[in-house]
T-cell receptor
Framework: DQQVKQNSPSLSVQEGRISILNCDYT??????FLWYKKYPAEGPTFLIS?????DKNEDGRFTVFLNKSAKHLSLHIVPSQPGDSAVYFC???????????FGQGTELSVKP | EAQVTQNPRYLITVTGKKLTVTCSQN?????MSWYRQDPGLGLRQIYY???????DKGDVPEGYKVSRKEKRNFPLILESPSPNQTSLYFC????????????FGPGTRLTVL
């Protein structure tokens, strides 16, 4: 049972436009959410996070939105750059514990 | 340089031959974790450790063992590997919990024949 789902395996966007990556979760007890970015042949790197007490968190070109009622979060990248081409994973956890549940990932391709 | 190292980076083995993948971090982190990445399934947590001598199961612990005898090391042990454990494995560490930034190692590509 996949508690965190990224239903789009891939996304293609033109350079300079907005990229929107989506993530849905089923467990209402999740209270902290993270996005990781992964290039081929490298380990994932942390991108941005959000606590369930907020509905938006912004860091430069990256903004994460959380809709608790819909159990949905999204990552917005504006403007998109070719260097953003990577696989993006969303992840969720509860109670600042050690267990972390990842989605399947979305491969973003930003075309020049 | 602050980093998480894993060894080996690539390993081909046969069913049933015990193996250990080592993981070491030099950041004095309390939290360490192992994940496997498979196509269509994303990253799945195998085991994690909140501190020395404290380990807990993640989502897919079957067939794996871990130990945390010292803070810096968190080896992953496959006592009797099977072909369904063929995967890309990542070790990660963070200061205290998963709300702290996790730093991932470069990955270990394991093939079990």
């Amino acid at each position: 049972d996949q508690q965190v789902k990224q239903n789009s395996p891939s996304l293609s966007v033109q350079e300079g436009r907005i990229s929107i990556l989506n993530c849905d979760y089923t467990n209402s007890m999740f209270d902290y959410f993270l996005w990781y970015k992964k290039y081929p042949a490298e380990g994932p790197t942390f991108l941005i996070s959000i606590s369930s007490i907020k509905d938006k968190n912004e860091d430069g070109r990256f903004t994460v939105f959380l809709n608790k009622s819909a159990k949905h979060l999204s990552l917005h990248i504006v403007p998109s750059q070719p260097g953003d081409s990577a696989v993006y994973f969303c992840a969720a956890m509860r109670n600042q514990g050690g267990k972390l549940i990842f989605g399947q990932g979305t491969e973003l391709s930003v075309k020049p | 340089e602050a980093q998480v190292t894993q060894n080996p980076r690539y390993l081909i083995t046969v069913t049933g031959k015990k193996l250990t993948v080592t993981c070491s971090q030099n950041m004095n982190h309390e939290y360490m974790s192992w994940y496997r990445q498979d196509p269509g399934l994303g990253l799945r947590q195998i085991y994690y450790s909140m501190n020395v001598e404290v380990t807990d199961k993640g989502d897919v612990p079957e067939g794996y063992k871990v130990s945390r005898k010292e803070k810096r090391n968190f080896p992953l042990i496959l006592e009797s590997p099977s072909p369904n454990q063929t995967s890309l494995y990542f070790c990660a560490s963070s200061l205290r919990t998963t709300t702290d930034t996790q730093y991932f190692g470069p990955g270990t590509r394991l093939t079990v024949l």
